[in-house]
Nanobody, 120 residues
Framework: QVQLVESGGGLVQPGGSLRLSCAASGSIRSIFSMGWYRQAPGKQRDLVAHITSGGSTNYADSVKGRFTISFDNAKNTVYLQMNSLKPEDTAVYYC??????????????WGQGTQVTVSS
């Protein structure tokens, strides 16, 4: 009912930048919040950044000052601008959304993930 499609991952050198996008589509009445999580090999999936429909944001301490999350309400799309990337930022990045569907059901959805590799 709800699809999240991520894009923008890839290989970048340390100190470089990437911009991730995640577009939500399907039977969406409204979006409460969206966020980005990441999972490195052998580690748990952790929150990177989160934004509510009202614009309130929350960041992991490790990315504060380097990453910026934003949300385009008209496009149902969330972005993650990642600057000053470090090798430890290497992970699969997943988009997440809390939505209310057209059937008035509240649900949480995940994207398929996009690989970000920071290496020289």
């Amino acid at each position: 009912q709800v699809q999240l499609v991520e894009s923008g991952g890839g290989l970048v050198q340390p100190g470089g930048s990437l911009r991730l996008s995640c577009a939500a589509s399907g039977s969406i009445r409204s979006i409460f919040s969206m966020g980005w999580y990441r999972q490195a090999p052998g580690k748990q999936r952790d929150l990177v950044a989160h934004i509510t429909s009202g614009g309130s944001t929350n960041y992991a301490d490790s990315v504060k000052g380097r990453f910026t999350i934003s949300f385009d309400n008209a496009k149902n799309t969330v972005y993650l601008q990642m600057n000053s990337l470090k090798p430890e930022d290497t992970a699969v990045y997943y988009c997440n959304a809390d939505v209310r569907t057209t059937a008035w059901v509240t649900m949480n959805s995940w994207g398929q993930g996009t690989q970000v590799t920071v290496s020289s």
